[in-house]
């Protein structure tokens, strides 16, 4: 993706090159409970296949953060975030633009993702335990909103091609349809196994 975009800087390349990635591995990440559910195969609270491409999505998404804070607006990260004096006048200077909705929810779903990045190792789990660990692990889905609202943001600022527009929605419709068949099988599975116990004798 880096060498065939038709950017002329590297730095454009490289956020490109490291933003799509990310989202196609995050999808994948939130794709593997449910196949597993959908396939009625152990789904234990630490998958190896889950937590490596968790741990790639770390990496990427950090860098295409990092990266990305040079590109529109270069040696002035600060303006992704705030009005600049030249811009408008406004009571707060807060940006509250689709650029700044773009970044706001880029910057907060990164800093998510860096913390489970930063849990998604043996030595977490057992010091929070089984229950703990997988509580915050569930901010995963938090952290797919997010950048499905980032994606969007910057989708409509760049006017970008049908092509990557569907990259995006395939993306996001793959995650929560998986994790909504996962869901609806889990609940069937809970259904029939109450059916299936005795009934209390009555007093």
């Not at 992704?80 to 700044?100: A, K, N, Q, S, W």
């Amino acid at each position: 993706m880096y060498f065939t975009r038709p950017y002329t800087d590297t730095l454009s390349r490289a956020s490109f090159a490291t933003a799509y990635p990310a989202l196609i591995l995050l999808a994948a990440t939130l794709t593997v409970g449910p196949w597993k559910v959908l396939r009625s195969q152990a789904n234990p609270v630490s998958n190896d296949l889950r937590r490596d491409l968790g741990i790639w999505t770390g990496i990427l998404g950090i860098v295409h953060t990092a990266v990305g804070q040079c590109v529109h607006l270069r040696a002035r990260p600060w303006l992704y975030y705030v009005y600049g004096p030249t811009e408008h006048h406004h009571p707060i200077p807060v940006r509250h633009d689709l650029f700044g909705f773009a970044n706001y929810t880029g910057a907060l779903g990164v800093l998510i993702l860096a913390g489970l990045f930063a849990m998604s190792n043996d030595a977490s789990l057992r010091r929070l335990g089984a229950p703990g660990w997988k509580l915050l692990q569930r901010w995963n889905y938090g952290v797919a909103v997010l950048v499905a609202m980032h994606a969007g943001g910057y989708l409509i600022i760049e006017k970008q091609q049908f092509r990557f527009v569907t990259a995006v929605m395939a993306c996001i419709v793959a995650e929560a349809g998986f994790q909504l068949a996962g869901l609806m099988k889990r609940r069937s599975q809970a259904g029939a196994t109450r059916r299936c116990q005795p009934a209390s004798d009555a007093e």
